[in-house]
């Protein structure tokens, strides 16, 4: 084996990296920390689906019940029951960056 194809074998099965946040002003990471604040009733750290669903509404995000409950199952806790403030701010900081700047 060759060094080329030894280090193209090193790269392939190096871990996957985790992609870089989307950019977003700091009034709007406000805007999304704030929703999630409102949100988490009881102060946890975390919201569960209808909170979820709710704050999503309020950031201007109205999704039907299959795709909040596939965002909990991706980017919430392992049960999929919750999403804890970093997680929201991610997605929610992904779907805003991708909305359409007229809406």
Known sequence: MNAYNQYSSIQRNAPARAAPPPKISD??????????????????????????????????????????????S???????SKISTEGFVNVMSDMISKRDPLE
């Not at 991706?74 to 999929?80: I, K, S, Y």
């Open 27 to 72: 009034d709007i990471l406000e805007e999304i920390q704030e929703a999630f604040t409102l949100f988490d009733t009881n102060k946890d750290g975390y919201i569960d689906y209808f909170e979820l669903k709710v704050a999503m509404r309020a950031l201007g995000f109205d999704l039907k019940k299959d795709e909040v409950l596939k965002i909990l």
């Open 74 to 80: 991706r980017h919430g806790t392992d049960d999929g």
